[in-house]
């Protein structure tokens, strides 16, 4: 391939050439997925191509319909992927394989470079054009913008530079529209040129791409080697389970199985077909605040968007295809945002999606079990999102709580202890940290259960007036706590309770202003105190504190007054400020907070400690 200028050298962005490397020089279990990713992008360039032809017929003015073609060439030891979609000019070339415009990039290299076998990681990262590199020498791409009259050569051995070149003669002549990808192939990859191992490979990931894939041998006329039917249209009693694994693996890009199919047609006002999957792994953006859904919309099997929010955030983690017989083809980007039509297929597919989780909770537990494992925190944020659909979310929720099960909110409310009127609830930053938590032990004397919540979006969402099967959810971190009407599980002999009025203002007036109150603990049963928050949660507080959203307000002290330490307060009057400071201390580093002035906390705990020792 020659080209009729001379080629200009580029550098590749640091991520990519650094990730080339990798490509290159790392051995993988399983290199087949290159074939799927380059055929996956020629599928992406397809529906571009009749995305922007609606409104610029011209783009395809030769009637020929885009098509995918796979020519091996033993002789030359080279594999072509070529499509005759929308193609790309210079600039495009540069962008496209030049840099990636992803966030996450790094995030990919940290894990490939963790990962034994990366291979699993490509499709995750959107990185799939370079995964080429593991089977071959040397890349030769040439493309063609539609309506365009020059063709571009881009170059590259996976080295730290590329090259690109206007097309020669001949090459230009050839590719009319759309890419040619021209794979030089290693040593250990001629198994690639053989027409049965590029067929086993597109049975595998690609049968379902829409558009006809033709292999072209080199003897012998060519043939097509997919279906190229939108699965998503036809009948659910044709399709097996495996038809509906290797359509979620080319529709979604994945390589893990769908935790979960929804599969069906919606007929009446409005007629659409829906095919979604829910992924059993969860993807390496999930929590990104740029990430979007990744539905794809198409209008009578044209392709429209992948971005148009077919789904609210919290099933941002949904795969999957709406296809619509009733939206105008010619229904621009901007259009989406309002379309009354839009907006109810968005609110009854939300509406079936959530109705699916209800009935796996229910039917098959296990399954669900693998979705909410991988996306439970995401769709808690539906529980702050959706009111209208809060119930049904709380119903399907899973939590770990007190007795050490993920359990539901049915199971908590079944086996709730006598003349409990609330669900209890605990926010904090780990299960670990929140078991050994001060303010669960008045709870545990009396066998109530209490929730563990340990993701951050657990503070918002708990913040709203919740309720479920009429009890309400109650923090153990704010407000009051009254568990006197609930039985002890607990018979063992109290410590006689130091004098409540004396002891409070004691600590009151050793702490001032450190605190908004000081009041004695319904809580507590053997620890000497805890903090609480008077309004909001103290892990809501915490968050917004870190997103510069608002500061902490003083907390209330609880203290036991049952506990030695505290009884001792009053009696001892030298000490008081010192053990008052050391109570509200220890229940800020209980809380994972730091004192307000480490040194004078330790300073202070020394001498009690020698204090001690002295009488001793």
Avoid at 521 to 540: K, P
Wanted: net charge negative; glycine share 6%; aromatic share 8%.
């Amino acid at each position: 391939m020659t080209t009729t200028t001379a080629p200009e050298s580029q550098p590749f962005q640091a991520e990519v050439a650094e990730l080339l490397q990798l490509m290159v020089h790392s051995v993988y279990s399983e290199t087949d997925i290159f074939l799927r990713e380059l055929i996956s992008n020629a599928s992406d360039a397809c529906d571009k191509l009749r995305y922007e032809a609606i409104a610029a017929p011209d783009l395809i003015a030769d009637g020929a319909p885009p098509k995918i073609w796979i020519r091996p060439d033993k002789k030359a030891n080279t594999l072509s992927v070529i499509d005759s979609g929308i193609g790309m000019d210079r600039q495009e070339l540069i962008d496209n394989l030049g840099t990636i415009a992803r966030s996450g990039t790094k995030s990919f290299l940290e894990r490939l470079t963790e990962a034994k076998d990366g291979t699993n990681l490509i499709g995750q990262f959107g990185v799939g054009f370079y995964a080429a590199f593991m089977v071959a020498e040397k890349i030769v791409v040439i493309s063609r913008r539609a309506g365009s009259d020059q063709a571009w050569t881009w170059t590259s051995s996976g080295g730290s530079a590329f090259e690109i070149a206007q097309a020669s003669e001949e090459d230009a002549k050839r590719v009319t529209r759309g890419t040619e990808i021209a794979l030089l192939l290693k040593k250990d990859a001629a198994k690639y040129l053989e027409t049965y191992e590029i067929e086993r490979i597109v049975r595998a990931y690609s049968d379902n791409i829409q558009f006809p894939i033709e292999l072209v041998p080199e003897e012998g006329e060519p043939r097509q080697i997919n279906s190229a039917s939108a699965l998503w249209q036809r009948s659910k009693s044709e399709l097996s389970a495996e038809d509906y694994k290797e359509a979620y693996k080319s529709i979604a890009g994945a390589f893990d199985e769908p935790a979960m199919t929804l599969h069906y047609r919606a007929e009446g006002r409005q007629s659409y077909a829906v095919l979604l999957f829910a992924p059993s792994t969860k993807p390496f953006d999930l929590f990104e605040p740029a990430r979007k859904g990744r539905v794809k919309l198409y209008v009578r099997r044209v392709f429209i968007a992948d971005d148009a929010d077919l789904l609210p955030a919290y099933l941002r983690f949904i795969r999957g295809v709406i296809d619509s017989e009733d939206l105008p083809l010619n229904i621009s980007r901007e259009m989406l945002q309002n379309n009354p039509q839009l907006t109810q297929i968005r609110n009854a597919v939300t509406g079936r999606v959530v109705g699916e989780f209800e009935r796996l909770a229910d039917k098959e537990p296990e399954a669900f079990a693998k979705i909410w494992d991988a996306f439970g925190p995401v769709l808690k944020e539906g529980l702050w999102e959706d009111y209208e659909r809060r119930e049904k979310l709380l119903g399907i929720a899973r939590f770990t709580t007190t007795t050490g099960e993920n359990r539901s909110l049915k199971q908590y409310v079944e086996a709730i202890r006598p003349n409990q009127t609330d669900i209890y609830y605990l926010t904090g930053d780990s299960i670990e940290r929140l078991k050994s938590n001060p303010k669960l032990e008045a709870a545990k004397a009396r066998g109530v259960e209490v929730l563990l919540l340990t993701d951050p979006v657990d503070a918002f969402w708990t913040s709203a007036p919740i309720d479920f099967g009429g009890k309400p959810l109650k923090s153990l971190s704010q407000g009051d706590v009254d568990f006197s009407l609930i039985p002890s599980i607990d018979e063992k002999e109290d410590e006689p309770a130091a004098d409540e009025a004396t002891t409070i203002a004691a600590i009151k007036e050793a702490l001032g202003e450190r605190v908004a109150d000081v009041r004695a603990s319904q809580r507590l049963t053997s620890s000497a105190s805890c903090l609480v928050g008077g309004g909001r949660d103290r892990m809501l507080e915490r968050l917004l504190a870190q997103q510069n959203r608002g500061a902490m307000t003083k907390p209330i002290l609880e203290v036991n007054l049952r506990h030695p330490l505290v009884a001792a307060i009053a009696r001892k009057k030298d000490a008081a400020k010192d053990l008052s400071l050391l109570l509200l201390e220890q229940a800020q580093i209980l809380e994972g907070e730091l004192p307000e002035d480490p040194a004078a906390f330790a300073s202070r705990l020394n001498q009690l400690v020698l204090r001690g020792l002295a009488k001793g």
